[in-house]
């Protein structure tokens, strides 16, 4: 029982020593670094960055968002207008309406929910439109959330006015149609910079 005592106490004694050796070791190290030197030449000014792209700044976009509550029963016709000011003829234009849609009381009948940029459809790279088609269904009042959404390209700077457009399909005659119940509208138009691809 002795010795083994006496065989801890002389494993304690050890680490204890290979404890102060290292502490010892790396503290010689730590100062064996030298004295600072002088300070080096000046080097070349760099060239001044973007200032839209600093890391601490949100770069800045051009958007605009309007919004409504009120529910419009039209079935053809300008529903609401959002307008933005295009900076740059090289840019697209990204356009959304979001809200509710309904077509009612009809049977095989279809209505069109579409955005115009200055009252003109989108061509470049087509129409931005939704349809809503509704058969057997004569007396259904389903109001339904839907967005209608893309890009437009080739628009010139300046003042644009977005607008959500309703009316008949193509091929179609005009049927009861609603815009927007019980909830927010909205159009949202961005300027965006143009496809890469």
Same mark, same amino acid.
């Given at each position: 029982m002795?010795?083994?005592?006496?065989?801890s106490?002389?494993?304690?004694?050890y680490i204890?020593c290979?404890l102060?050796?290292?502490?010892?070791i790396? =503290?010689?190290?730590?100062?064996?670094?030298?004295?600072? &030197?002088?300070r080096?030449p000046?080097?070349?000014?760099?060239?001044?960055?973007?200032?839209?792209l600093?890391?601490?700044?949100?770069?800045?976009k051009?958007?605009?968002?309007?919004?409504?509550?009120?529910s419009?029963?039209?079935?053809?016709?300008?529903?609401?207008?959002?307008?933005?000011?295009?900076?740059s003829?090289s840019t /697209?234009?990204y356009?959304?309406?979001? &809200?509710n849609t309904?077509?009612?009381?009809?049977?095989?009948c279809? &209505?069109?929910? =579409?955005?115009t940029?200055?009252?003109?459809e989108?061509?470049?790279?087509q129409?931005?439109?939704?349809t809503?088609?509704?058969?057997n269904?004569?007396?259904?009042?389903l109001?339904?959330?839907?967005?209608?959404?893309g890009h437009?390209?080739?628009?010139? /700077?300046?003042?644009?006015?977005?607008?959500?457009?309703v009316?008949?399909?193509?091929? =179609?005659g005009?049927?009861?149609?609603?815009?927007?119940?019980n909830?927010?509208?909205?159009?949202i138009v961005?300027?965006?910079?143009?496809p890469? =691809?």
């Amino acid at each position: 029982m002795a010795d083994t005592r006496i065989l801890s106490q002389t494993m304690k004694s050890y680490i204890a020593c290979v404890l102060l050796i290292l502490c010892f070791i790396m =503290y010689v190290n730590a100062e064996c670094v030298g004295q600072k &030197g002088t300070r080096g030449p000046t080097g070349a000014k760099g060239v001044t960055g973007d200032e839209a792209l600093d890391w601490y700044r949100a770069p800045r976009k051009n958007w605009r968002q309007c919004t409504w509550t009120s529910s419009d029963g039209r079935d053809s016709g300008t529903i609401a207008s959002c307008q933005i000011y295009k900076e740059s003829s090289s840019t /697209a234009l990204y356009a959304a309406y979001s &809200g509710n849609t309904r077509l009612h009381n009809c049977h095989g009948c279809c &209505g069109r929910w =579409y955005l115009t940029f200055n009252n003109a459809e989108c061509s470049n790279p087509q129409v931005i439109d939704g349809t809503v088609y509704m058969a057997n269904y004569n007396s259904a009042d389903l109001y339904r959330h839907r967005v209608v959404q893309g890009h437009c390209y080739g628009l010139s /700077a300046g003042w644009i006015t977005v607008s959500l457009v309703v009316g008949a399909c193509s091929g =179609y005659g005009t049927y009861d149609l609603n815009t927007g119940w019980n909830s927010a509208s909205r159009l949202i138009v961005v300027e965006e910079t143009a496809p890469m =691809y």
